[in-house]
């Protein structure tokens, strides 16, 4: 039976907005929002910032637009390469980059650096951020090589509750992505990584996939592929850390390919003013792989003294076969050295039971780690609007079983991006006309900021989500889209 429920006010509607108490997802579809970042609200409410040229700044730019204090979305109207002259630094909270959301028939749009600077490419200082499909490829100039230290990251974050989701992050020059809370008065917590492609850093020890230290209360790092990176694969450590602060990792479906160095947890406490703040970390159902044979390194090394790690049985390397009763302790090394000498003893620093993570407190059933390739592989990195060929060759080495490292800056090529024909958007609210009439919303009137379709999302939101649904399309129709008809000043909500 059809359900009539006649609203008087227009603005019961058009005002909703969900905070992070809400507990709602940041967004639906096929692969929803989840883990410890799932609820930030990014822009949700706010102006939509449309990226127009490929300048380093200045009106139209990225960094114009990643700079501003508001409440913000962000979406380009260009396809090509951004070469930015230093980082941009996003101080101010409340925003989300759509990277899908763009011109027709484009190739999408690219950060990397322009060859001058020694700094990387983002820092994220400020949080309550959904960053979607972003593609950088930071790589450099082979007159200024990369060095420890000094090369800057493809990603640096700090912040409170942010989301990254379906991110190419390539060509890093020291870590891919960092988090290690150099800032004081910045508390990183509840960030998710879900469904990245983070591969090939640069330049022999400087190849870095992953750094994540410091005063971080919840990291979510799942279903990610990492290719290419010598060390860090993750690094995880209590870098300067507060004492009292519970820290929680969770790592969860994610596969390594072609590491030399493994998954770190911790350092010496002589090292990196590390003083024995504890972290919990979860390891569950990922695999590490390698291209050669000679590799033996086991894929996980504990050194910090006072913090556990939980390995499940799921867990399979390339010395940890999947077999029924083996131990998953014995798939570690111990104290500084990732050969087969090293093998952790079960002291202290051994967990038995899984931590209360976000996902294991959910119930979160993870792939089977040897089928994680298959899964992850149709639609993993900046898929939308496409893979380009430096995306789409991680992938390639993984099927072919060849080394993608060393990798250097001269072997880098940046391919030509195809341009896209903008859609029409009578309103420039960023929704295009059809989408609109489609959705009988008036296209010569502006929806930013309205909740016309869903008292949780913006319009705006849900159409930057039906872009992902029409070509991921959900399993069920998402549970937060509510049809509206608009009749002689009364809206008409139907089942």
């Not at 940041?26 to 609820?39: D, V």
């Not at 910032?49 to 009106?59: A, D, E, Q």
Request: net charge negative; with cysteine; glycine share 10%.
């Amino acid at each position: 039976m059809r359900i009539l429920i006649v609203i008087l006010l227009f603005s019961i509607v058009a005002n909703s907005q969900r905070t992070i108490a809400d507990s709602i997802p940041a967004f639906t579809g096929k692969y929803p929002a989840i883990g410890a970042g799932r609820y930030a609200t990014g822009g949700s409410g706010g102006v939509v910032l449309k990226i127009t040229n490929l300048n380093n700044s200045g009106p139209g730019s990225a960094r114009a637009a990643f700079e501003d204090s508001r409440t913000r979305h962000i979406m380009k109207e260009i396809d090509g390469y951004i070469p930015l002259q230093s980082d941009i630094i996003v101080n101010n909270p409340n925003y989300s980059y759509h990277g899908h959301i763009g011109p027709i028939g484009g190739g999408g749009l690219v950060f990397i650096s322009d060859g001058s600077t020694t700094t990387g490419l983002f820092q994220f200082q400020a949080g309550n951020a959904i960053i979607r499909f972003l593609k950088t490829f930071q790589g450099g100039s082979s007159s200024n090589p990369p060095s420890n230290g000094v090369s800057g990251d493809n990603l640096q974050i700090a912040g409170t509750y942010l989301y990254f989701d379906h991110c190419s992050v390539l060509y890093g020059r020291d870590e891919n992505f960092s988090i290690s809370n150099g800032f004081p008065e910045i508390t990183t917590d509840h960030v998710s990584f879900s469904y990245g492609l983070v591969a090939r850093g640069i330049g022999g020890n400087d190849s870095r996939g992953a750094l994540i230290a410091g005063n971080i209360n919840e990291i979510s790092v799942v279903k990610n592929f990492f290719s290419g990176n010598n060390q860090r694969n993750p690094r995880t450590h209590c870098y300067s850390c507060t004492s009292g602060i519970e820290r929680r990792f969770e790592y969860v479906n994610n596969l390594f390919y072609d590491y030399v160095r493994p998954a770190q947890l911790g350092n010496p406490l002589s090292a990196y003013g590390d003083n024995g703040g504890q972290v919990e970390t979860n390891f569950i159902h990922n695999a590490w792989e390698t291209s050669s044979a000679s590799n033996t390194n086991y894929p996980i090394m504990v050194d910090e003294v006072g913090s556990q790690t939980y390995i499940d049985d799921g867990n399979i390397g390339p010395t940890r076969p999947p077999l029924d009763g083996f131990d998953p302790w014995d798939n570690l090394a111990r104290d500084g050295t990732s050969s087969s000498a090293g093998v952790a003893a079960k002291d202290d620093r051994y967990s038995a039971t899984p931590f209360n993570t976000t996902l294991v407190s959910e119930g979160f059933t993870p792939t089977p780690a040897a089928q994680l390739f298959n899964e992850l592989s149709p639609h993993i990195g900046a898929s939308i609007p496409g893979l380009l060929a430096p995306e789409q060759d991680v992938l390639d080495d993984y099927v072919a079983g060849v080394t993608s490292h060393p990798f250097e800056i001269a072997d880098i090529v940046y391919p030509a991006i195809a341009t896209g024909t903008i859609r029409t958007d009578t309103d420039g609210d960023g929704i295009p006309d059809d989408w609109e009439i489609a959705h009988e919303l008036d296209r010569n009137v502006s929806n930013v900021g309205l909740f016309s379709l869903s008292p949780h999302y913006d319009d705006f939101e849900m159409y930057s989500m039906d872009v992902v649904n029409q070509v991921y399309p959900p399993d069920e129709p998402p549970v937060e889209v509510v049809k509206r008809v608009l009749k002689n000043g009364f809206i008409r909500i139907l089942d």
